[in-house]
């Protein structure tokens, strides 16, 4: 059912391309790479912005895992309140790639069974057939360049294994499917991936602008507790010494009182022996 729902729509969508002058069935892969991505928007967004809170807030991160090296358990406490603090979900980049993968399993099971009706526009620059692989390599390169581009900018410079991973192994894990895929799959891959690499780039800055003022907020939220802290304790510790004053006072009076009252008892010792 999908297979002939992704055929029906690369021949609508080749025939528009034959309407405007320029017929080509890899513009209209394209175009359907585009739509795909575009429909998928609402998941990737919520990919990017984490991907980018989570570059944001490394520094955090690698202080509180060397604070607490030594206490696996309130270093995860810790870890999951930077999180919530910062509104970020560290599993929300997971779910696109999950959905983006079986679309990509159907619009290869799709295309490989695919006969153009217009076989002589089954092809793209230098690749003579779309359902071959090309053999000059270049789609390799354009492929995995373009993976490590968008690794790159969403990982930023890697400090964990699993950034590491995304900057090196899914590029060299796409090169290799470049190799061995036909041309009409490294074309929607490729036009997927750049098209995810501007979203990337256009949404960078607002959520960059967005962390920055949330982590004012939050020192701004510790600075008010820690003045509210300040005060219980002044608070506190001048109860403390009018306690103490009161009951060194009451002290005072005591030994007056006491000192009088010898005093009074020694006079009448006094009289008593005259």
Not at 23 to 48: C, D, E, G, K, T
Not at 65 to 90: R, S, V
Not at 132 to 157: E, F, N, P, R
């Amino acid at each position: 059912m999908f297979d002939s729902f992704v055929t029906n729509c690369l021949e609508g969508i080749f025939r528009v391309t034959m309407n405007l002058g320029f017929p080509s069935y890899a513009i209209a892969i394209m175009v359907i790479a585009v739509v795909i991505r575009m429909v998928l928007l609402p998941l990737n967004m919520n990919q990017l912005r984490s991907s980018i809170a989570m570059q944001q807030i490394q520094p955090q991160l690698k202080e509180i895992q060397a604070k607490y090296a030594n206490n696996p358990e309130l270093m995860n406490q810790k870890t999951m309140q930077l999180y919530q603090d910062y509104e970020i979900n560290p599993m929300a980049g997971c779910l696109p790639l999950l959905i983006q993968f079986p679309i990509l399993i159907g619009l290869y099971n799709g295309l490989s069974s695919f006969v153009p009706q217009y076989s002589e526009y089954y092809k793209f620059l230098w690749i003579p057939d779309l359902s071959q692989v090309d053999t000059t390599y270049i789609m390799v390169l354009l492929v995995g360049a373009s993976t490590a581009l968008q690794s790159v900018i969403v990982t930023g410079k890697p400090t964990q294994a699993m950034q590491w991973y995304m900057v090196i192994a899914m590029p060299l894990m796409m090169g290799w499917m470049a190799a061995k895929f036909p041309a009409f799959l490294c074309i929607y891959w490729l036009s997927i991936t750049v098209v995810g690499i501007f979203q990337q780039l256009l949404i960078t800055k607002p959520v960059k602008k967005k962390m920055e003022k949330r982590q004012a907020e939050l020192a701004e939220e510790r600075r008010q507790k820690l003045e509210e802290r300040n005060a219980a304790n002044a608070v506190a510790k001048a109860n403390r010494a009018a306690r103490r004053a009161e009951k060194n006072n009451k002290s005072i009076e005591e030994i007056e009182a006491a000192g009088e009252q010898k005093q009074r008892e020694h006079k009448k010792n006094r009289r008593r022996s005259r």
